[in-house]
């Protein structure tokens, strides 16, 4: 199982540690935070303790107005869980008993002046990220007018000159050589780079280059949803489908199945082009159009 250690969560969004500094290391599995609230009147049915705990403005006014005795027996039993950690919303101040009791369980405890709605979304956002199921494929990542491709073939076919020349016309490269696909949903795939080839593509015959360095920050983004897969393949006579619409096929990553095209390669062919008008092609599909059947629409037009 994936998983994220409580330092990470404390880099990635600046917290303030007030408690628990020796146990940074303990783990996150969980991608969503959780607001205690019915488990501070003693309801622990389906509490997720392996969960980041957040206390807003509302948790903490609410326990400030409780007495000693009181406010020790709901933290009491909810520290006895061990979850990962707490974090206190909003810079709130007035907290030393939270401290108390996440010293003397070794939990950290942590403080973000961020407002407990935005620090939530941030933060699983980050979770949902980082512990998603992951695989790593061979092949090129591009972002064309907002539509992610995934551009796959044999080695030497082509994928990273295409990226090239789509880069040249406008669009954003992603990732090169090895691209990684992390699956944030039942269907929706994100494609991105493995943090050690970011911004670098590879061209035969000129070498590594970085793409932000010689085309600019715009040419480059760290990820994208994969709603394209493309094959690139030599060419073969006789062997493309020109139907007026071609049957949809797909390939299936994570179990997230992904449109696929195959797009056979031929001296003097507009390889970039071709990617540009499947993409725009897939984008109208999206909308309800279908130049096939407007075609077909004309020609019974016609007959009548």
């Known amino acids: 199982m994936k998983s994220v250690t409580v330092e990470n969560i404390v880099k990635a969004f600046k917290l303030e540690v007030l408690a628990g500094g020796d146990r ?6 969980r991608s969503k935070a959780h607001r205690p609230g019915l488990e501070f009147v003693g309801y622990f049915d389906y509490f997720p303790m392996n969960r980041v705990q957040v206390l807003g403005r509302k948790e903490i006014t609410y326990l400030l107005q409780q007495t000693v005795e009181e406010r020790r027996l709901h933290i009491g039993n909810i ?9 206190v919303t909003t810079g709130l101040q007035e ?15 942590l403080r973000t002046p961020d407002k407990t709605t935005e620090f939530l ?26 539509i992610g491709v995934l551009l796959r073939g044999r080695s030497g ?26 699956k944030l949903g039942p269907s929706t795939l994100l494609g991105t780079h493995n943090t ?13 280059i970085n793409v932000v360095r010689q085309y600019g920050r715009t040419a480059f983004q760290d990820e994208t949803r994969i709603v394209l897969d493309i094959e690139l393949t030599p060419w073969e006579d006789k062997a493309l489908n020109n139907d007026l619409e071609v049957a949809e096929q797909f390939t299936e990553y994570l179990g997230v199945k992904i449109p696929h095209i195959e797009l056979q390669l031929q001296p003097g062919r507009d390889t970039s082009g071709l ?11 999206q909308l309800g159009y279908s130049a096939a059947e407007e075609f077909m629409s004309r020609l019974e037009d016609e007959a009548l």
Request: charged residues 20%; aromatic residues 8%; glycine residues 8%.
């Open 24 to 29: 940074l290391d303990r783990e996150i599995t």
């Open 79 to 87: 520290v006895k869980y061990h979850p990962p950690c707490f974090v």
């Open 95 to 109: 907290i030393p008993f939270l401290e108390m009791y996440c010293d003397q369980e070794g939990i950290p405890l």
């Open 121 to 146: 979304t941030k933060l699983d956002g980050y979770l949902l990220k980082a512990l998603a199921p992951e695989m790593s494929i061979h092949g090129v990542c591009v972002n064309v007018s907002g």
């Open 157 to 182: 076919i082509g994928k990273s000159e295409t990226a090239h020349t789509l880069i040249g016309r406008g669009h954003r490269f992603v990732a090169d050589d090895i691209v990684v696909l992390k």
């Open 196 to 208: 050690i080839t970011r911004e670098f593509l590879a061209l035969r015959s000129v070498g590594l």
């Open 275 to 285: 990617i540009e008008a499947a993409a725009n092609n897939w984008y109208l599909k």
